[in-house]
């Protein structure tokens, strides 16, 4: 029949265009439910977005710069209105800040979230229910939607380190990140072959450990350089825009500063703080690298300390990553500081001594008001008291973690490493080895069978990792992450029982193009080989 919607159409006067399709509901990540109406919304430039306060007003003008793209124009954001409206409302009920509903109907298309988070992610669905093709008007199928995440930590982590990826496409990363309802962008900023922020009281991190004479090209075994000096960071200007950026999508930035190990590029612009005193030189081959901050001298924990001082300010972050995975003992067992430490201490052994870094580390942060995320090594020698586990060498740490009491973010390599190859196609670029194709990203569950409900709980969400090594450029960095995170995605924020792989590729094809539309360079051709 002859909808309000159509009127609507006539009475603005577009009498012509009667055919405009009506657009079907095909939503990533999916929702909790979804319930079909047979009206439907006309968004034409006269309606217009309400919105109260602040933070809804921020998520209107994203909404705005989505329409521009597709439309051509943006809409009013207005105090009042109830008819050819778009309806944002935000409460403050904290316990589930996430959550939102979404109802479609012939007048108004209100959005309530149980606060502004919620208000946004409701936001991001709506722009799922616009058709992809550009059009100037465009119905908007009706449905009554209720949704909220499954997880808290909904996690894409980032290694700039290894190559440097510059602020425009860390805001793109981010926008892709809210667009699926990823909440939490884990920046991983210092390494053996580069130190990517800036600290203003050791200049030399700017000068010397934020470049290195030369690449690996090819294969980690293959030994070939390119010769070219490479480099990069960011100064704090450029990472409060990114932070701010970042919060405007309601997305946490948790920065990563390694310790003790992968601290090469550290190392050669303060060697005093390596347990040889070098000289030392920035990393150039990829791997675990034998010299770590001496544990033993006194100035390696004022310097990490003088570096956190300048990092808290940046990051409102509640969690700082530390680091803590893959420190090599060889330095410490010849280093008499690092000796003389252990038997002062009374400690076991070098594990108990990297123990012992982490834990006094841990007490600076605390004392700031922070907590520690570290790499599930720091499990060994035993746990900081307050510290969350990120379980990467499969789920086995994060599984002792929960059991311990610790919060656990899961990160397994067998599921969640975006620099493995995702198909078996012969074209497929250089990539560290592995083999992550969407279907097994897709199978992920980050709840191990192992623990009880109660343990359960530890488990606050999953994360993947894109270790930048064999990834060169921004295009290549797409590849690598679309469409696994797509995927990934609805592991994080979907309830399982609503997981169903053919149904996710079904409304995959659609969304593809609006990774079009954002001009993604997602890995086209894994259609191919994911039936
Ligand atoms: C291990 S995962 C590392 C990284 C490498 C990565 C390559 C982790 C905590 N450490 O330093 O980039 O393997 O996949």
Known sequence: GLSLAMLGLFSCGNAGKTNVPKGKVSIIPMPVSVQEKADSFLLNKRTVIVASNEADKQTASLFNSWLKELAGYELQIAAQGDNNAIILHSAADSANA????????????????????????????????????????????????????????????????????????????????????FNTFHWHLTDDQGWRIEIKRYPRLQEVASKRKESMVGHYNDGKYDGKPYGGFYTQEEVKEVVKYAAEHFVTVIPEIEMPGHALAALAAYPNLGCTGGPYEVGTRWGVLDDVFCAGNDSVYTFLEGVMDEVLPL????????????????RWQKCPKCQARIKALGLKDEHALQSYVIQRMEKYLNSKGRQIIGWDEILEGGLAPNATVMSWRGMEGGIAAAKQHHNVIMTPGSHVYFDHYQSKGKTEPLAIGGFTPVSKVYEFEPVPKELTAEEAKYIK??????????????????????????????????????????????RLKLHVKRLDLKKVNYAKHVFEVMG
């Not at 990051?315 to 060889?330: A, N, T």
């Open 98 to 181: 996430e959550g939102y509903t979404l109802d479609v109907n012939n007048k108004t298309v209100t959005i309530n979230g149980n606060t502004s988070a919620g208000t946004f992610y409701g936001v991001q669905t709506l722009i799922q229910l616009l058709p992809v093709e550009k059009a100037s008007e465009m119905y908007i199928p009706g449905a009554d939607i209720k949704d909220q995440p499954r997880f808290a930590y909904r996690g894409l982590h980032l290694d700039v380190c290894r190559h440097f990826f510059p602020v425009d496409f860390i805001k793109k990363y981010i926008d892709l990140m809210a667009m699926h309802k």
């Open 315 to 330: 990051f409102p972050s509640k969690y700082i990553h530390i680091g803590g995975d893959e420190c090599p003992k060889v």
């Open 461 to 506: 969400g999953a994360q993947a990792n894109l270790w930048s090594e064999y990834i060169g450029s921004t295009g290549h960095m797409e590849y690598m992450v679309y469409p696994r995170a797509t995927a990934l995605a609805e592991v994080l924020w979907s309830q399982p029982e609503k997981r169903d792989y053919n149904n996710f590729l079904d």
